[in-house]
């Protein structure tokens, strides 16, 4: 009886009825008012469409995902009705409703998770090949697994070979990297 009073009739109505109240008890009312009629509207609409086609097109995992929470609102909106009219929920059925909602609610959040964790997967996979491609490969002599080859032909087990200074534009007489960090340490 409240719901219907407080969302048929026209808002400006309800304020009125309200407006003798202390502003400490209006203010809540006004919200709740304002949230229970929007939460009316959706519900309104959800219901005057054709499921099947709401639905439609969706990904499996979309579709149960929003049939459990359809079910789960509906259920604690009638829980919470219930409340308002003071009929105890204790021993209540859609407390039993809400719960076994609840767990399907946790399977689905599970299944999503999975899934997501498919996704990450798939795409490590590819991320790691492009890395790995990239880092083998070499502009000057096919791929770093050659070059690798290579080195254990040569008796030098995972050294990269290192380009002369002349190929690399640094003049002979400047030292190295790591010349300059021993020298930096020595003088220390």
Request: net charge positive; proline share 5%.
């Amino acid at each position: 009886a409240i719901w219907k009073m407080a969302t048929q009739q026209p808002r400006e109505a309800f304020e009125a009825q309200v407006s003798p109240l202390p502003d400490d008890v209006r203010e809540p009312l006004l919200e709740f008012d304002s949230a229970l009629r929007e939460v009316e509207a959706q519900v309104e609409d959800l219901a005057g469409r054709n499921w099947a086609e709401l639905t439609r097109g969706m990904p499996p995992l979309e579709a149960a995902r929003l049939n459990v929470m359809c079910a789960y609102t509906l259920n604690a909106l009638f829980y919470m009705y219930l409340k308002v009219q003071g009929v105890s929920t204790a021993e209540h059925p859609v407390k039993q409703e809400i719960e076994r909602v609840r767990q399907y609610l946790k399977k689905v959040k599970g299944s999503s998770q999975q899934a997501a964790n498919d996704r990450q997967s798939r795409l490590n996979v590819d991320a790691a090949k492009r890395f790995i491609t990239h880092a083998l490969s070499d502009p000057d002599a096919g791929s770093q697994g050659e070059a690798m080859t290579a080195d254990k032909n040569s008796g030098e087990h995972g050294t990269k070979k290192r380009a002369s200074p002349a190929a690399s534009g640094v003049g002979s007489d400047e030292p190295s990297s790591r010349k300059k960090k021993k020298h930096k340490r020595a003088t220390s």
